[in-house]
């Protein structure tokens, strides 16, 4: 019976742990999570410029937020993030259907960014550290909804993380292009962009490895305690800076 991504795509766990990514189950997402504050506590270079390219998108969603009335348009280009299916990741009863971060969710951010957080981004520097929170305004938001985001704005990372894995390891006949929206934001057109990769295929999708050392399956990160002097339907995802 087929299970694991080593299963169907015919490589050895020895080979994909080494390689350090997580052996997910293709049958149903797994509750583990992409974890922001481990790109920013790596010691390794490219995950902490992965967790600035995060902080740089939501610095520019603040200020496209202050300018003027975003359209529906743009509000659904820029500031909703769905769920990537095809890292099999999260909470979903069966196969990999989960809800990941809508619409209701995108209004929510432009109305507050702006003006609860109106210096995200640009604090004080005392001793070469400072503190940003990131508020994401809206009931219901979770671990899970955090790890949507996040994935979201690291996506072009873990394409080509993957294909590099394909190219080296994955037998031609479970693999094909595919042509992949949202991958890389642009700031001077201020459009998302698309790119074609060479990935793992199951039927006519795509799948997206995760290294583990990015992963979790703790909700220490999502800091209650920091509420204070905001509505209590906010929860504050607070990261520390350098």
């Given at each position: ?162 294909e590099t894995f394909t190219r080296a390891h994955i037998n031609p006949k479970y693999s094909a292009k595919h042509i992949i929206d949202h ?39 999502i800091n209650k305690s920091d509420m204070v002097d905001i509505p209590q339907r906010q929860i504050t995802y607070t990261i520390n800076m350098e």
């Amino acid at each position: 019976m087929r299970i694991y991504f080593t299963d169907f795509f015919e490589v050895t766990s020895e080979t994909l742990e080494q390689y350090g990514a997580f052996n997910i189950s293709l049958v149903n997402d797994l509750p583990l999570f992409v974890d922001p504050f481990l790109l920013f506590n790596s010691k390794k270079r490219k995950y902490r410029e992965l967790h600035d390219k995060i902080i740089q998108y939501v610095a520019f969603l603040r200020d496209s937020s202050k300018e003027s009335k975003i359209n529906v348009g743009l509000l659904k280009s820029w500031f909703c993030f769905p769920e990537i299916r095809q890292n099999w990741l999260g909470y979903s009863k069966t196969g990999n259907h989960g809800s990941g971060l809508g619409f209701k969710f995108a209004k929510a951010l432009n109305e507050n960014l702006h003006t609860v957080f109106n210096n995200f981004g640009n604090e004080e520097i005392s001793n070469g550290s400072h503190l940003e929170k990131l508020c994401l305004i809206k009931e219901g938001v979770g671990r899970d909804n955090i790890s949507d985001f996040t994935t979201n704005l690291i996506k072009g990372f873990l394409l080509e993380y993957t294909e590099t894995f394909t190219r080296a390891h994955i037998n031609p006949k479970y693999s094909a292009k595919h042509i992949i929206d949202h991958v890389e934001f642009n700031y001077k057109t201020r459009t998302w962009e698309q790119r074609e990769f060479l990935l793992p295929t199951l039927g006519k999708n795509y799948v997206l490895l995760t290294p583990k050392e990015i992963l979790t399956k703790d909700d220490a990160w999502i800091n209650k305690s920091d509420m204070v002097d905001i509505p209590q339907r906010q929860i504050t995802y607070t990261i520390n800076m350098e």
